[in-house]
């Protein structure tokens, strides 16, 4: 090869690679707004923005799979394969049935859309996986709170629940576990919220919190009709 035809050649590559390096940068840059534009609403506590617009709930960071409801199951491993190519691992107990059906549609067509980034390249689930996806997350949702079936909810405990739990899910029904599960359940919990970087509830508000979960709780109220 020539010097002059070597020379060509150099220019032609060095402005290939600048062109790589300037869609990645600008990639990763479009990412990280968008990221933080998700963050922003997740953590601005405007919660009629939040009823309108479902899905935009902390995702804990570094769930286990093992964490996850049957954790064995298809729809399980439908969740780890698919949602985390864009985002932490959700659990379905960030949403009730209801929301996760509009939050299922919203990421279907997110993902339709990221399959045509430069960097994001996502696999699309076939339509049975996404049959196999929502019924795993109504299946496991979080089951609503009802207020008008806990009039202590005003009450420092019920405050402390409501305030606490909110931060990253709706507030959950307590008769979904026993007296014995909710502790776990609220540790579980309390490492979520550090993980998110939420506000960390002392020990007396993890006490009033659990003391409010166990006395509504499956076995409490089974007991005391």
Known sequence: MKTGEKRAFMAILAAFVGVIIFTIYYEILYQKREAEKQTAAATAGDQASLAQNPGIWVIPKGLNPDALPSPDSRGATMLTLYCVQCHDLPTPVMHTAE??????????????????GVLIRVMMPPEKDWQILRSYLTDNAQQPLDESQYPDLATAAGQAFQTTCSQCHAAPDPAQHS????????LRMRNNISAAGLEMPDEKTVD????????HSKQTQSTTL
């Open 208 to 215: 009033l919190i659990t003391g409010f979960l166990k006395a």
């Open 99 to 116: 929301e996760w059906e509009v939050v299922v549609n919203r990421m279907e067509k997110e993902m339709q859309r990221r399959r045509g």
């Open 179 to 186: 007296p014995n599960e909710w502790p776990r359940v609220v």
